[in-house]
């Protein structure tokens, strides 16, 4: 209640300041306040792997604060063997409805996601702040956002909030780990009305931004990358990582959405993986810094014709 309380007292004092303005956001800093509430109220419920009661206090939570803001969703439920056994996963997706629209049949332009597990661990509380907590509350905060202030281009996405990203074993293989985003793909696959494009978030708040790009991402998607962080001043916290990376947007590549990955370079770091991934590593202002980017990203793909690729 008092994690609530402190988000409502956020959002209250932005709109009586008058920090909301139609397209460039909230005035300096706003954004990162509001996420980095949303980020510790995320990390209240404890380690959140898959098929943990935790993950699914986590899930409702996201559900209510964008039902709370007009979007619909629902979950994705299904059920796969991991190495620990058969597990339990549910996305989360989200819609915002159009007049005259059925909110899931209609087509949509792109897709917003990010992982809502934090890796799972019998020997250690890892609560996964930035991988990915920060990324799930940077979207809550970018979704309140459109529905207030650009309802045109909330109802031209999808917003998907992916379980079991994180392996069981220590790393990403084929048969092990992006459980839900492959389970996603794989029921877009062959389908003609796709969205043109994805971007995934992950590690996003970490007070010493460095954001890198996958080496393979698309050339016109690291030039609008790259364009939105210097209309941000922001350009010093983006670059290249030095190879590919596997993440969420793996599987949507490969079904035919191009989707960029703004992923933090958790190579840089000895928290990544560890209790010190805690909100002890999170700013506000790196939060800040990356919806923004991330808001004119959207704005840029979606107004871009055909896909972007």
Same mark, same amino acid.
């Given at each position: 209640?008092?994690?609530?309380?402190?988000?409502?007292?956020?959002?209250?004092?932005?709109?009586?300041?008058?920090?909301?303005?139609?397209?460039?956001?909230?005035?300096?800093?706003?954004?990162?306040?509001?996420?980095?509430?949303?980020?510790?109220?995320?990390?209240?419920?404890?380690?959140?792997?898959?098929?943990?009661?935790?993950?699914?206090?986590?899930?409702?939570?996201?559900?209510?604060?964008?039902?709370?803001?007009?979007?619909?969703?629902?979950?994705?439920?299904?059920?796969?063997?991991?190495?620990?056994?058969?597990?339990?996963?549910?996305?989360?997706?989200?819609?915002?409805?159009?007049?005259?629209?059925?909110?899931?049949?209609?087509?949509?332009?792109?897709?917003?996601?990010?992982?809502?597990?934090?890796?799972?661990?019998?020997d250690r509380h890892f609560?996964? =702040? +930035?991988?990915? !907590?920060?990324?799930?509350? #940077?979207?809550?905060?970018? &979704? $309140?956002?459109?529905?207030?202030?650009?309802?045109?281009?909330?109802?031209?996405?999808?917003?998907?909030?992916?379980?079991?990203e994180e392996a069981f074993?220590?790393?990403?293989?084929?048969?092990?780990?992006?459980?839900?985003?492959?389970?996603?793909?794989?029921?877009?696959?062959?389908?003609?009305?796709?969205?043109?494009?994805?971007?995934?978030?992950d590690m996003i708040g970490?007070?010493?931004?460095?954001?890198?790009?996958? =080496? +393979?991402?698309? !050339?016109?998607?690291?030039? #609008?990358?790259?364009?939105? &962080? $210097?209309?941000?001043?922001?350009?010093?916290?983006?670059?290249?990582?030095?190879?590919?990376?596997?993440?969420?947007?793996?599987?949507?590549?490969?079904?035919?959405?191009?989707?960029?990955?703004?992923?933090?370079?958790?190579?840089?770091?000895?928290?990544?993986?560890?209790?010190?991934?805690?909100?002890?590593?999170?700013?506000?202002?790196?939060?800040?810094?990356?919806?923004?980017?991330?808001?004119?990203?959207?704005?840029?793909?979606?107004?871009?014709?055909?896909?972007?690729?």
């Open positions: 209640m008092k994690i609530r309380l402190s988000l409502a007292v956020v959002v209250v004092l932005a709109v009586a300041a008058g920090f909301l303005i139609q397209r460039g956001g909230l005035a300096s800093g706003a954004f990162g306040e509001e996420a980095h509430a949303q980020t510790a109220a995320i990390l209240e419920f404890g380690p959140r792997p898959p098929g943990s009661d935790a993950l699914d206090r986590v899930r409702a939570h996201v559900r209510a604060e964008l039902e709370d803001a007009g979007w619909v969703t629902v979950g994705q439920e299904f059920e796969q063997r991991t190495p620990i056994g058969p597990v339990r996963f549910e996305n989360v997706r989200a819609r915002f409805p159009t007049p005259g629209d059925d909110v899931w049949e209609k087509p949509v332009d792109g897709l917003l996601g990010a992982h809502i597990d934090s890796k799972y661990y019998e609560v996964g =702040a +930035d991988d990915a !907590a920060s990324a799930c509350a #940077a979207i809550i905060v970018i &979704a $309140r956002h459109l529905a207030r202030r650009n309802p045109e281009l909330a109802g031209r996405l999808e917003l998907v909030f992916f379980d079991g074993d220590e790393n990403i293989t084929a048969l092990d780990g992006l459980y839900g985003s492959r389970y996603y793909a794989a029921h877009l696959r062959g389908r003609e009305d796709l969205p043109r494009f994805g971007i995934i978030l970490h007070r010493d931004l460095r954001i890198a790009l996958p =080496a +393979d991402t698309h !050339a016109p998607q690291k030039e #609008a990358v790259f364009e939105a &962080a $210097r209309q941000e001043g922001a350009e010093d916290h983006f670059g290249m990582a030095e190879g590919p990376i596997i993440d969420d947007h793996v599987p949507l590549n490969m079904v035919g959405i191009p989707t960029v990955n703004l992923i933090g370079d958790f190579t840089r770091f000895r928290w990544w993986h560890t209790p010190q991934d805690n909100l002890d590593l999170i700013s506000p202002e790196s939060l800040d810094t990356s919806i923004r980017v991330t808001l004119r990203l959207l704005e840029k793909f979606a107004d871009h014709e055909g896909p972007m690729k």
